[in-house]
């Protein structure tokens, strides 16, 4: 079992940064990437960022060159500046034993941001 906890959330306003942190632990074998789901009200959820133990990192279209994904074994972060209103939604670390990152889920923490 993996035990995934993220911390980090906020109200920011547009424009403005915030940085999310997730630590993983337990049978964290086989586990290749973590990475940062996101789910926004009426929406789906989707991979926002994923990063390998081999530093291969993923972005979605929709925050490259706004956010940054990086990792300290099995702690991630997420640095995310720039912000604007549609970036507004649940955020969820995950891990996983592909790119997509997607096995196991934290809580999630929410993120607001203001225009």
């Known amino acids: 079992q993996v035990h995934v906890v993220e911390s980090g959330g906020g109200l920011v306003q547009a424009g403005g940064s915030l940085r999310l942190s997730c630590v993983a632990s337990?049978?964290?074998?086989?586990?290749?990437?973590m990475g940062w789901h996101r789910q926004a009200p009426g929406n789906e959820r989707e991979l926002v960022a994923s990063?390998?133990?081999?530093?291969e990192t993923y972005y979605a279209d929709s925050v490259k060159g706004r956010f940054t994904i990086s990792r300290d074994q099995d702690t991630v972060y997420l640095q995310m500046d720039s912000l604007e209103p549609e970036d507004t939604a649940v955020y969820y670390c995950?891990?996983?034993?592909?790119?997509?990152?997607?096995?196991?889920w934290g809580q999630g923490t929410q993120v607001t941001v203001s225009s």
């Open positions: 337990g049978h964290m074998f086989g586990m290749d990437a």
């Open positions: 990063i390998t133990r081999r530093g």
């Open positions: 995950t891990t996983g034993r592909s790119w997509r990152a997607a096995d196991y």
